[in-house]
């Protein structure tokens, strides 16, 4: 399973040498190893499908056409989360039959949309969602079909900004208002109710949060049933988190078994929606060192690859591993460098680093588990170019992203016109 890995010292995408890419492609750049992606879904697959639970991918991990087309020739649906993700996913080729709506915040245009493309469930958030969903469904003379979204009350354990269904957070529907308003929404003539949704917070490591809010969620179902109601299908949300650097990562099969044991005999069809397992540990950010300055607790090393690229150690305090394209000789005895990004924000900062080597001007690093929340989150801020994304597969790689230009962004805007008087 090492699809980055270092062959006569040279760090290597599969069959193909990092080097040799990064000499036709300028830094930053993201690059991908295909077969990483299609060996996290099988193995999630192999865990998953024999206990009957359908993956859909979200989106938001890596919305890249590409990744969206390799994993749905896998076999994996899509879970989005707006119109623009609707479009990616259709746009890559996903049957809309295998697609679900989540989000707190969907537009009735993007509920419209969904809509009429047919997709097989939208995941709603609140009793004001309830009722736009009905109005949007009963205007377009076609009838929704939904699930609700549970707020179960338990903390993720993992990061607070990544964590989303304590009771204070804003998504989801609190559990103790479900059986009112799941009984209000089958009695609709324009909806569908087929069942329930909960996710519970992203790279959650102990898989105990899981077992408590899948256990919620099957007395929930027996709940409904016997007040009647019908509840055919269950979404347990994704947030099954990554090995990262010396962490091992949460054990898949424990993940299954969980599943199983919690509402595996309930009859439901079950879905699960990982994005970060499945993309996360397929991507590298490859960077190149501009300049090395003297810190006051060591030497910091300048990358041309910033926080706009990355956003996650400045937004989660997320430590991206460093990997060096030339195996470290000597590395126990090299230097700690701080890594930063150029940006001018202090948060720009990838954190501390050791066993690199020796680091100089023009040396080229690539961060580590960059595949997932990396491209899907960058922006232009200092007017960087969104950057490059590059696809390995086996000894090939193709640009499935190219390089966006400055004159691409400015062409969005409007200087005005000051000789006549037209600027604001
Ligand atoms: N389903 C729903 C409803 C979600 O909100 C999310 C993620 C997922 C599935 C997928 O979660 P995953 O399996 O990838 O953990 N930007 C953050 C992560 C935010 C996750 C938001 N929701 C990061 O970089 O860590």
Request: a positive charge; glycine letters at 24%.
């Given at each position: 399973q090492e699809w980055f890995h270092y062959r006569t010292g040279e760090l290597h995408v599969e069959n193909l040498c990092l080097n040799d890419i990064a000499r036709e492609v300028p830094t930053p750049f993201y690059c991908y190893s295909a077969e990483a992606m299609r060996w996290a879904y099988s193995i999630l697959s192999d865990a998953l499908s024999p206990i009957g639970v359908s993956i859909c991918f979200a989106v938001k991990a890596n919305s890249n056409i590409a990744v969206l087309r390799l994993l749905s020739e896998c076999g994996c649906g899509m879970d989005i989360v707006s119109a623009g993700e609707l479009e990616r996913a259709l746009t890559a080729g996903a049957p809309a039959s295998q697609i679900i709506f989540s989000g707190v915040g969907k537009t009735r245009a993007e509920i419209a949309r969904a809509l009429e493309a047919g997709i097989h469930q939208i995941n709603v958030e609140s009793a004001a969602e309830i009722e736009v969903v009905a109005e949007v469904a009963r205007s377009l003379g076609l009838r929704a079909t939904i699930a609700l979204r549970v707020n179960p009350d338990v903390d993720a354990k993992t990061h607070a900004k990544i964590?989303?269904?304590?009771?204070?957070?804003?998504?989801?529907?609190a559990i103790d208002d479900i059986p009112e308003l799941y009984a209000r929404a089958a009695a609709r003539p324009e909806l569908n109710v087929q069942g329930l949704a909960v996710h519970i917070g992203s790279q959650v490591q102990d898989l105990s949060p899981f077992r408590r809010a899948f256990a919620a969620m099957a007395a929930l179902v027996t709940a409904l049933r016997e007040k009647g109601l019908e509840v055919p299908r269950l979404d347990l949300g994704g947030g099954i988190g990554i090995a990262v650097g010396d962490n091992p990562g949460p054990d898949i099969a424990e993940y299954a078994a969980i599943i199983a044991e919690t509402v595996?005999?309930?009859?439901c069809h079950l879905t699960v929606e990982p994005g970060r397992w499945l993309v996360g540990r397929a991507g590298l950010l490859v960077t190149e060192l501009l300049y090395l300055k003297d810190g006051q607790d060591g030497p910091i090393a300048i990358v041309d690859a910033g926080m706009n690229d990355l956003v996650r150690p400045a937004l989660y305090d997320a430590k991206h591993p460093a990997l060096p394209f030339h195996q470290a000789k000597g590395a126990a005895a090299s230097p700690r460098y701080r890594i930063v990004g150029p940006i001018c924000e202090s948060s720009d900062d990838f954190g501390a680093y050791e066993g690199l080597g020796e680091l100089k001007a023009g040396t080229l690093l690539a961060f580590d588990?960059?595949?997932?929340?990396g491209a899907s989150m960058a922006s232009t801020y200092n007017s960087r170019d969104l950057v490059a994304e590059i696809l390995v597969d086996g000894d090939h790689f193709r640009t499935i992203r190219r390089r966006q230009s400055i004159r691409e962004m400015l062409e969005l805007e409007d200087a005005g016109d000051w000789q006549s008087g037209s600027a604001p």
């Open positions: 964590t989303t269904a304590t009771r204070g957070s804003k998504f989801g529907i595996g005999n309930l009859g588990c960059a595949g997932a929340y």
